[in-house]
């Protein structure tokens, strides 16, 4: 099994869910929080490898959601400029293991990558389960 790094905001429900899928997949989770962490450019960019600009933001962040940010507008440089000032905006989890970095949970993905074990009985564990009630997240935690 690996030592996975995994960037969350603390407090959040799926962040909780998806690190203890990793944990009972036999991998050991060092967690840190998305939204104090120290990121630049250079240290953010690469968790979004080739995915387009869009699938970088985190959907379910209230400045999304209300439309004041709109992510199919969004260049690279403009999203990374957007998510330093606001790090509620970046997709998540980031998740590094041995260098290799990605953003988001997909179950399949993650299986494919390190190993999740019977990732198709684990569900959504990527969209905010507060959207459902109307109660989207609005800061540092649920």
């Not at 600009?53 to 990374?80: I, M």
């Not at 990558?113 to 959207?131: A, S």
Request: charged share 25%.
């Amino acid at each position: 099994m690996v030592h996975v790094v995994f960037y969350e905001k603390p407090g959040c429900r799926n962040n909780t869910r998806q690190k203890a899928l990793l944990e009972a997949a036999g991998h050991t989770v060092e967690a840190h929080s998305l939204l104090t962490h120290p990121w630049t450019a250079e240290t953010l960019r690469p968790f979004f490898a080739d995915k387009p600009v869009a699938d970088w933001f985190n959907k379910a962040a209230p400045r999304v959601k209300s439309g004041e940010v709109d992510p199919t507008a969004a260049t690279a440089d403009s999203a990374l400029a957007m998510m330093l000032a606001e790090p509620l905006l970046i997709r998540r989890p980031l998740i590094e293991v041995a260098g290799e970095r990605r953003c988001g949970f997909d179950p399949e993905a993650i299986d494919t990558w390190i190993g999740l074990g019977e990732p198709e009985h684990v569900g959504d564990v990527e969209t905010c389960p507060n959207l459902a009630n109307g109660n989207p997240c609005k800061h540092g935690r649920e």
